[in-house]
């Protein structure tokens, strides 16, 4: 990774010496550049080396990266340090002034770059040394992967826990359904017939590290039905470097005959298993040549291949190749326990201590979080243990430090996940080390704290945002399983994330051997690191000293994936101005959960004219101070969620001076309604979200950001603010916005108005808030996925005759009197044909909701939620005919519309009545049903 951290240093100085307009510079900038081109040319030297496929690095050359990427550290620190030092708190005005009272300092800035200059050239010269030596040492063929942990894989193949059912499924879809005996009839009982009747003649298993892809291609491989229909078989673990002609041979060996056509003269069904494909570009030329070779010479009639990888990309297109994607998942906790008694109890002593001490058992299988590959590791490893002092030893070790090498197996198979990836993707991947352990990860965040650390601008390709790029790059993380995704967008696009215990530990221990990042949680850790964490909860003080760090998390108590935790009593106290004088470096600042003596964020916070991005949630700071306007170079302020108590929120007038401003995050208490409240400035915006209204917008709607995506505006005032917004730039000529919430009040909206929105193509998110006149049909965009409406007040059949027609529409919510008629039928054909969730909230009046099922009406329909609509007497009827639904939910209504839905026993039937509904939701899935007070079935 050392390339990586040159290529980011190099960029990040580059930038400066072109941006910079300090004058005091130009006496560093030719230094400057010199040591970014001493560092371009040696990196190249180090991306060749790395590319030699050497059997391993020698300690001399693992030396040499590490004191590369010490000076590439040092060459930033000197540059971004003397920047600090000469512009905090000057005015471009009495700079030619700095220029003599800063010369000295001009000068020792520049004596330690030449420094810097002459080790790269020291170490330059080692390297070619290095490479001179080492060229005889150098394997010219490819290397098999390491094969103690192919070993560790196969020692657990034979404990198969809670994959049966994937099992019976995948191997009846490569049988294609054929008829074979009782072995087909016992399966086929078992199966879901739609499902194992695809024709497809490639499986692709897909998984994270250690998550059991092996074990399940393994237990396909060996079942007795694969046996006796595929005639000839062949499990094969690439080598890198490998084509189609290699593989082709190495089928050849495992069939045990000379060559592929001899092997299949006889026409049998052929199954090939490609184990640990760590390349898709090697499966894009590999597989249609099989299939394609296959047909060609008329070897088999029926060739399937099986594949497992760590990567999940979308099946690329070929006339010949028929797709199935299964990815597997991780153990629940009752097959965790079975896993672990297979491989824990297999002796006397680690039988009677699993059943005597369970519950502490079960507190060291959490942190296997349902792994199966670290599951037996821990298990193997207790299996030696014969008393329960051990036992004790070994959760302390998990739960202390040395945690992570008790799974050295673990790591070393995850490892070649990390391994795998290209080098400039590595620093992505690291950085997520410093979230909290379990804790769900904003994607959003996550890309705009990467580009504020400067790893995406290099990676950009023309014509791409930042953002974009982020994006890209967040996606060949997802599809090498190095992150998961736990929940997404209606778009489908990733939104919430989370790494797997193990992985993080993994991304940690990598990140400090390379000074990257460190966690402070219980313990001291290493203070030389470019980025850290801190959970304030378990400091008194600040655990580190560090002035060149470029990322700072502080945390106190709560749980990441609440974004109202942390605030009042849960907050932990920090003096804020110690933070900004301390690290004056700072690029990423998140403060989350913390709270000030006296409510406020300190002056200081202008020190850090480094700062890009800036978050500050859960916490009691209620004002920020003027000094926030020396902040150029922010990118991201999010100031969301704030403990504001009585008091209002006091924002000063001099967010117009971050120019460079792309997302703007505000509460909605804030005092930002004044008529100069200015953001036309800021032409790089493309998300603002919090303010308020008013009549600064007539002045600054028609200049704002085109490059808006993201716009949530409270409480609009008045008509003419309104008319402004409709009728600016944003809305009438560009189409980049994809998400609008609006909250009015004080005047009708006309539907007219929402005309301006409905050629935009890009807009798929809209929440309004507020009365409309309904003077004319409602028309909306027609790619809408998400719609929200809040006191609207629409009555006409014609406006919900025409929600249904939205093509695109996923998310429907009607909350608040947005619909005040007392009847809403849907007797429409192809109504809603995408809709998967809707929900009716606080629809006061709507006594009679009924869904006449035509043709295409809901058909995709997945949950369905009814709370607080007092008024209506009863479920449609229609709802049974929707079989996708799987989801019902019921609260706060009448006690007398949840006794129809209650199933009522034969014995109490004749006296309390009810259940007239039950047959309408007996086969939903999942339905909870309760009252305002008491819950009656779930």
């Not at 003419?720 to 909206?749: E, R």
Request: net charge positive.
């Amino acid at each position: 990774m050392a390339e990586s951290v040159i290529s980011i240093a190099v960029e990040h100085i580059a930038n400066i010496v072109k941006k910079e307009t300090n004058v005091v510079l130009c006496d560093l900038g030719s230094e400057a550049k010199a040591v970014c081109e001493d560092l371009e040319e040696i990196k190249e030297k180090v991306v060749e080396a790395q590319q030699m496929k050497k059997t391993g690095y020698s300690e001399l050359f693992q030396s040499l990266l590490a004191q590369l990427r010490r000076i590439a550290y040092d060459a930033e620190d000197v540059v971004d340090t003397y920047v600090s030092e000469t512009e905090s708190g000057v005015s471009l005005i009495n700079s030619l002034s700095l220029g003599l009272v800063n010369y000295p300092r001009a000068h020792q800035a520049s004596k330690k770059l030449r420094r810097l200059r002459k080790q790269v050239q020291e170490v330059n010269a080692k390297l070619d040394k290095y490479k001179e030596g080492s060229t005889s040492s150098i394997e010219r063929r490819p290397v098999r992967r390491s094969q103690s942990s192919k070993g560790h894989r196969e020692a657990y193949d034979d404990c198969i826990v809670g994959i049966e059912e994937d099992v019976k499924k995948l191997v009846m879809m490569l049988v294609s359904g054929r008829k074979l005996g009782h072995d087909y009839n016992e399966y086929q009982d078992a199966s879901d017939a739609a499902d194992t009747d695809i024709d497809i003649n490639v499986l692709a298993i897909v998984g994270m590290g250690g998550s059991g892809k092996t074990t399940l291609a393994r237990s396909i491989y060996n079942h007795r039905i694969v046996q006796k229909y595929f005639k000839h078989r062949a499990w094969v673990t690439p080598m890198r470097g490998w084509g189609a002609s290699e593989v082709l041979s190495e089928i050849s060996k495992e069939i045990n005959r000379n060559t592929l056509p001899n092997i299949m003269i006889t026409k049998s069904p052929c199954l090939v298993v490609l184990d640990d494909v760590w390349d898709w570009e090697f499966l894009r030329e590999t597989l249609p040549k099989l299939i394609q070779y296959n047909e060609m010479n008329e070897l088999c009639k029926d060739f399937k291949i099986v594949f497992t990888s760590r990567q999940h990309l979308q099946p690329f297109e070929s006339p010949s190749l028929r797709w199935h994607f299964h990815e597997t998942q991780l153990l629940s906790q009752d097959n965790s326990w079975v896993l672990f008694n297979k491989v824990s109890t297999s002796n006397s002593h680690g039988k009677e201590l699993a059943k005597e001490y369970k519950s502490l058992a079960t507190e060291m299988l959490k942190k296997c979080g349902g792994l199966p590959l670290a599951i037996v590791a821990l298990s193997s490893f207790l299996k030696t243990k014969d008393s329960i002092q051990e036992w004790e030893k070994v959760f302390s070790q998990l739960v202390g430090k040395e945690g992570p090498h008790l799974y050295r197996p673990v790591n070393d198979i995850l490892a070649l996940s990390y391994d795998d990836l290209p080098n400039f993707l590595k620093p992505f991947f690291l950085y997520i080390g410093l979230f909290r352990e379990d804790s769900t990860i904003s994607s959003e965040k996550l890309k705009r704290m990467w580009i504020a650390e400067g790893f995406v601008q290099r990676q950009c390709r023309i014509e791409e945002t930042f953002e974009d790029a982020a994006k890209r790059l967040l996606q060949i993380l997802i599809d090498n399983t190095m992150v998961q995704v736990v929940k997404r967008t209606y778009a489908g696009k990733p939104k919430a994330l989370r790494i797997h215990d193990i992985m993080r530990d993994l991304c940690i221990i990598k990140a400090q051997e390379l000074d990257f990042l460190t966690v402070y949680s219980d313990e001291m850790s290493q203070n030389n690191s470019r980025r850290a964490a801190i959970n304030l909860s378990k400091w008194s003080t600040l655990p580190i000293e560090n002035p060149h760090l470029r990322s700072l998390l502080l945390y106190g108590p709560g749980d990441d994936r609440d974004k109202h935790a942390s605030i009042g009593k849960q907050q932990a106290n920090l003096n804020l101005a110690l933070v900004c004088e301390k690290f004056k470096l700072l690029r990423v600042l998140d403060i989350k959960g913390i709270k000030t003596s006296d409510g406020t964020m300190p002056k200081e916070l202008g020190n850090l004219i480094h700062l890009r991005y800036l978050r500050i949630r859960s916490t009691n700071i209620r004002e920020l101070p003027k000094s926030i306007g020396k902040l150029r170079k922010l990118l991201t302020l999010d100031y969301w969620n704030v403990s504001s108590d009585h008091y209002g929120i006091i924002l000063p007038n001099v967010l117009w001076k971050l120019r460079h401003l792309r997302h703007l995050y505000l509460p909605y208490e804030t005092n930002n309604s004044k008529e100069d409240f200015k953001l036309h400035t800021m032409k790089d915006l493309q998300t603002l979200c919090g303010v308020r209204g008013g009549n600064w917008m007539l002045k600054e709607m028609p200049s704002l950001s085109s490059n808006l995506r993201k716009l949530n505006i409270q409480g609009i005032s008045s008509s003419t603010q309104m008319k402004t917004l409709f009728s600016s730039p944003m809305i009438t000529k560009h189409d980049h916005l994809y998400s609008l919430a609006l909250d009015w009040y004080g005047f009708m909206l006309e539907l007219g108005s929402l005309e301006a929105l409905c050629w935009k193509q890009k807009l798929q998110k809209l929440r309004l808030m507020g009365k409309v006149q309904e003077n004319m049909p409602l028309k909306l965009p027609s790619n809408l996925k998400k719609l929200e409406l809040y006191f609207t007040q629409l009555k006409e059949s014609k406006s919900m005759e025409a929600l249904g027609k939205l093509d695109s529409l996923k998310y429907l919510t009607l909350a608040k009197d947005s619909y005040i008629g007392s009847e809403w039928i849907i007797c429409s054909e192809n109504a809603f044909p995408k809709l998967e969730e809707f929900k009716l909230r606080n629809l006061q009046k709507l006594v009679k909701w009924e869904i006449k099922i035509r043709k295409g009406t809901m058909p995709c329909l997945r949950k369905l939620s009814i709370v607080s609509c007092t008024s209506l007497k009863y479920l449609s009827e229609g709802l049974k005919s929707i079989t996708t639904l799987d989801k019902l939910k019921i609260e706060r209504m009448p006690t007398n519309f949840n006794i129809r839905l209650r199933k009522i026993k034969e014995l109490d039937a004749n006296k309390s009545g009810g259940g007239e509904d039950f047959h309408i939701v007996e086969n939903i899935r999942n339905v909870v049903v309760q009252d305002s007070c008491t819950p009656l079935f779930s």
